[in-house]
């Protein structure tokens, strides 16, 4: 119920969100169910973290709980390791942040059922995330790159690849590669009406406001006011 409310607000209820998953996490540690205390401390974890206004310390704290939570299932420690990263690069720690990716990679390695193909995809996706908070686009925008054709089944995701791409474009002073990154977005979040990726493209926008004139990012800009009143 927590994952269902906080993906169909479009991730703005926060305080349903929480009160639900915090339900969940009491019970699972009632009955000692460590899969679903770990699922749960995750999910919990990505309300403060991708919450504009979130506690970031907060976010790494609870998804470093979610890590050590369920020790008999490292896919799920290797994804919460991934958002603990990421939780360190909006603290501006790049040294952390990158030593959890590591430890992510550690833990995924150690799993033999792991879906190697879709742990690449989530891997790239949230390692494009951290480096684009660390100020590195460049970095940032490779791995996006090829995280867009890794999650090409996964749509949810790949919009908020596209529309991390496009911010990493913009910070490169690419305006053009981001209108075309902006426009790939807005078609996967019409179809997913995802709040991830509706949120990141209008603070793509945003920064692009300053090459507002340029056709490509008039037009960008034209197709988003269509997206939210849909």
Do not use: C
Not at 14 to 32: C, H, K, N, P, W
Not at 73 to 89: G, M, N, T
Not at 172 to 195: F, I, K, S, W
Request: glycine share 4%; no cysteine; aromatic share 4%.
């Amino acid at each position: 119920m927590g994952k269902l409310v906080w993906d169909a607000s479009q991730r703005r209820e926060s305080r349903v969100a929480t009160a639900y998953l915090d339900e969940a996490i009491a019970t699972a540690r009632a009955v000692g169910d460590e899969h679903t205390l770990a699922q749960a401390l995750l999910r919990k974890s990505f309300i403060p973290l991708y919450n504009p206004t979130g506690d970031h310390h907060l976010a790494m704290h609870t998804a470093h709980q979610a890590m050590r939570a369920a020790p008999e299932a490292p896919e799920l420690q290797a994804l919460a390791a991934l958002h603990v990263s990421e939780a360190h690069a909006r603290l501006a720690r790049p040294r952390e942040a990158s030593r959890y990716l590591d430890i992510a990679d550690d833990y995924a390695r150690t799993d033999q059922d792991l879906d190697n193909t879709a742990w690449e995809g989530r891997r790239l996706r949230i390692a494009g995330s951290v480096y684009l908070a660390l100020g590195r686009p460049t970095h940032a925008r490779d791995l996006l790159e090829q995280a867009a054709d890794q999650l090409s089944e996964r749509p949810k995701s790949r919009g908020i690849v596209l529309a991390n791409l496009a911010l990493a474009h913009v910070r490169r002073r690419e305006p053009d590669a981001a209108a075309t990154a902006l426009n790939e977005a807005m078609d996967v979040a019409h179809t997913t009406r995802a709040g991830g990726a509706t949120s990141l493209i209008a603070t793509a926008l945003k920064e692009l406001n300053a090459w507002r004139t340029a056709p490509a990012v008039a037009e960008v800009q034209g197709r988003f006011i269509d997206l939210l009143t849909r």
